[in-house]
């Protein structure tokens, strides 16, 4: 089993910047590719970014490339996602998910596990 918990949500004005965290406990981490997705009101979980198992892999949507950055700390076994220039569209609840299989992806269903998820609202 994983676990995975994300904080630092909240609100910020359109231009502003967040930074996201997701905190894993259970099987080892450092072995897992890591993705953030989100999803807003009405609409399908999407993804947004995600990071190979050793950090040196990304890879990105294109609605948020160039503003998005994803890193990971295997020693401390967290992933965060900094956002910066935020839109009003970026407003959604973000997901931390965890791939435990060899390889990566950017589909909803590669993903093994997944966080509770944490509100990230951009005020026009």
């Known amino acids: 089993q994983v676990q995975l918990v994300e904080s630092g949500g909240g609100l910020v004005q359109a231009g502003g910047s967040l930074r996201l965290s997701c905190a894993a406990s259970?099987?080892?981490?450092?072995?897992?590719?890591m993705g953030w997705f989100r999803q807003a009101p009405g609409k399908e979980r999407e993804f947004v970014a995600r990071?190979?198992?050793?950090?040196?892999?990304?890879y990105y949507a294109d609605s948020v490339k160039g503003r998005f950055t994803i890193s990971r700390d295997n020693a401390k076994n967290t992933v965060d996602l900094q956002m910066n220039s935020l839109k009003p569209e970026d407003t959604a609840v973000y997901y931390c998910?965890?791939?435990?299989?060899?390889?990566?992806?950017?589909?909803?269903?590669?993903?093994?596990?997944w966080g509770q998820g944490t509100q990230v609202t951009v005020s026009s």
């Open positions: 998910a965890a791939r435990v299989r060899l390889g990566v992806g950017v589909g909803v269903n590669d993903y093994d596990y």
């Open positions: 259970g099987r080892t981490f450092r072995f897992f590719a």
């Open positions: 990071i190979s198992w050793s950090g040196g892999s990304t």
